[in-house]
């Protein structure tokens, strides 16, 4: 399966301020995913990215608050902007791998832990 | 709309016992069912996956799962529990985007 690597792993900034996570995947991907998991929570899906058009953003988020870049098939980023303590939380990347009998697979990476002060 | 609930935010068992994790599907359509596991401080890991070729689907580290349409369900087991299966679980449908369950923090005692 796919490699992920995701920078920064935990990060501790101030409110107001940006952060931007980066996301470097082994292998050529077509659709990668960006999740949040707050404190004690599960997993939310903010966007979709694919390579070559605009992210998919879910409802509740928006481009304003978290763009995200995807300029080629193995990296991704996703900013954080103007930050507040309730964005203190995991942000994961996930890319969709091709699985057995038409079950795609989410991998995922080890996340990133933003802590807003 | 495609959804998974757990039952139970938190499940503690001895260490060697049967550890059951329960996970129920809302779907209009023949689903794809997934558990994942969290380990502190890690990203996830694909535990097992149902994709219709059998109801009975044995995933990593000796866990395995079985889909029961007539229940809805997709409940986790492993018969003995070790030390190191603590750990948050978490159930999940795929309808076009993967749904996740609230998740099921597993302890295990000594």
């Known amino acids: 399966s796919a490699v992920i690597s995701q920078k920064p792993s935990r990060d501790i900034c101030q409110r107001g301020t940006s952060l931007t996570i980066q996301c470097q995947v082994d292998?050529?991907?077509?659709?990668m995913f960006w999740y949040r998991q707050q404190p004690g929570q599960s997993l939310t899906l903010i966007a979709t990215?694919?390579?070559?058009?605009?992210?998919?953003?879910e409802s509740g988020f928006v481009i304003d608050k978290f763009p995200i870049s995807r300029p080629n098939l193995t990296f991704s980023t996703l900013t954080v902007s103007n930050l507040s303590p309730e964005d203190s939380s995991i942000y994961l990347c996930?890319?969709?791998?091709?699985?057995?009998?038409?079950?795609?697979?989410?991998?995922f990476g080890a996340g990133s832990r933003l802590t807003v002060l | 709309a495609q959804s998974v609930t757990q039952l139970g935010s938190h499940v503690s068992v001895s260490e060697g016992a049967l550890v059951l994790l329960r996970c129920n599907y809302s779907?209009?359509?023949?689903?794809?069912l997934f558990w994942y596991v969290q380990y502190p401080n890690q990203g996830l890991q694909l535990l097992l996956k149902?994709?219709?070729?059998?109801?009975l689907v044995k995933g990593i580290n000796g866990f395995e799962a079985e889909f029961k349409k007539s229940e809805t369900s997709f409940h986790l087991t492993k018969p003995s529990a070790h030390m190191s299966d603590a750990a948050e679980y978490f159930c999940?449908?795929?309808?076009?985007?993967?749904?996740f369950g609230q998740g099921t923090e597993l302890s295990v005692k000594p």
């Open positions: 996930s890319v969709e791998e091709d699985g057995t009998a038409g079950a795609n697979v989410l991998t």
């Open positions: 990215a694919n390579q070559g058009s605009e992210a998919t953003y």
């Open positions: 779907s209009s359509v023949p689903p794809y």
């Open positions: 999940a449908v795929m309808g076009g985007k993967l749904i």
């Open positions: 149902y994709t219709s070729a059998a109801t």
């Open positions: 292998s050529q991907v077509t659709m």
